[in-house]
């Protein structure tokens, strides 16, 4: 069974979908436009997103999902 948890793309606070099973890597950075803070979730080589929640978020969020809490289901753009 695929782990999917919610995530914010950076800077247009939209929520999204990812599977945690298909991540590569993930990693705090600056993004050089608007010099702030971001997380970067690498899926393949030339695949990846920005998003809002720190690296510790995200594991926290698949950690529940795998011990089988249910996802925020909130789907709401502010």
Known sequence: MSNLIKVTYFGKNRPT???TDKV??????IDVNSQ???TKIQFSKDNYILVEETPQEIMKMEWSVKNGESIDMDFESA
């Open 17 to 19: 979908i990812i599977n």
């Open 24 to 29: 590569e890597s993930i990693y705090e950075m």
């Open 36 to 38: 702030n803070r971001c």
